[in-house]
T-cell receptor, first 111, second 116 residues
Framework: DAKTTQPPSMDCAEGRAANLPCNHS???????VYWYRQIHSQGPQYIIH???NNETNEMASLIITEDRKSSTLILPHATLRDTAVYYC????????????FGGGTRVLVKP | EAGVTQFPSHSVIEKGQTVTLRCDPI?????LYWYRRVMGKEIKFLLH????????ESGMPNNRFLAERTGGTYSTLKVQPAELEDSGVYFC??????????????FGPGTRLTVT
C-alpha cells in the first residue's frame, strides 16, 4: 500500500468546516483513498473512500486531486463530537486487504 | 444491526498468565481482522480470517499469540504467556466479502489489556 503523509494535528472551530489534507504521491492506479477516524476510547470508524472522483456521504466529503497524489477530507460543520484522530489510508480494494494505519491527524474541535 | 462486539472490555493480568480475548463480528461478515495498538505506537494489523481460515497472519508478533475462529463465527485471540510488552488495546474488525467499491471494515470497541 502506498504511504500517506498527514499533519500531526490541527484545530477547528465548532460549526466551521474542517479540511484535513493527505498526501499520497506514490499512489497507484488501483489504490483507493480511505478515511477512518478514532474517537477517544473507541474503535476506528469508517468515514468515506474514493478512487478518483469526489465523494460525499452523510459524514463528510472527499476531494481527490486530478493526479490523485493528494486528497482532502472535509467535515462540513464540525462539532465537538468530531474531535478524533483521522487516518488517511491508501489501499487496494481486494477481499481481505488489511488496513495500514499511520500516525493520522489529531483534530481538536473547539467551541 | 448489532456491531462488532469484543469481550472483555478491560483485562489486567500478571506477566506469565494467559488471557483470551473474544470478538463477535457483524452477522454475515466472513472477513474478521485483529489489530492492536501498543502504548505510543500506531495501530498495527495482526491477522485476518476468511470464515474459519487464516488468510494472512503476517502481523502476529510471535508464537505466544494464537488466534482461532472455529465455525467461522466468533474469534478468540489467546496470549500465552503474556509479557509486559503485550499491553495495549486489541481491536477486532469485520467486513463483508468483496462488495464492489466498498469493503470497509467495521471495528469493535477494543479490549484494553494491561500486563503487570
Amino acid at each position: 500500500d502506498a504511504k500517506t503523509t498527514q499533519p500531526p494535528s490541527m484545530d477547528c472551530a465548532e460549526g466551521r468546516a474542517a479540511n484535513l489534507p493527505c498526501n499520497h504521491s506514490t499512489i497507484s492506479g488501483n489504490e483507493y483513498v480511505y478515511w477512518y477516524r478514532q474517537i477517544h476510547s473507541q474503535g476506528p470508524q469508517y468515514i468515506i473512500h474514493g478512487l478518483k472522483n469526489n465523494e460525499t456521504n452523510e459524514m463528510a466529503s472527499l476531494i481527490i486531486t486530478e493526479d490523485r497524489k493528494s486528497s482532502t477530507l472535509i467535515l462540513p460543520h464540525a462539532t465537538l463530537r468530531d474531535t478524533a484522530v483521522y487516518y488517511c489510508i491508501v489501499r487496494v480494494v481486494a477481499a481481505g486487504n488489511k488496513l495500514t494505519f499511520g500516525g493520522g491527524t489529531r483534530v481538536l474541535v473547539k467551541p | 444491526e448489532a456491531g462488532v462486539t469484543q469481550f472483555p472490555s478491560h483485562s489486567v493480568i500478571e506477566k506469565g498468565q494467559t488471557v483470551t480475548l473474544r470478538c463477535d463480528p457483524i452477522s454475515g461478515h466472513d472477513n474478521l481482522y485483529w489489530y492492536r495498538r501498543v502504548m505510543g505506537k500506531e495501530i498495527k494489523f495482526l491477522l485476518h480470517f476468511v470464515k474459519e481460515s487464516k488468510q494472512d497472519e503476517s502481523g502476529m508478533p510471535n508464537n505466544r499469540f494464537l488466534a482461532e475462529r472455529t465455525g467461522g463465527t466468533y474469534s478468540t485471540l489467546k496470549v500465552q504467556p503474556a509479557e509486559l510488552e503485550d499491553s495495549g488495546v486489541y481491536f477486532c474488525a469485520s467486513s463483508q466479502v468483496w462488495n464492489r467499491g466498498s469493503h470497509e471494515q467495521y471495528f469493535g470497541p477494543g479490549t484494553r489489556l494491561t500486563v503487570t
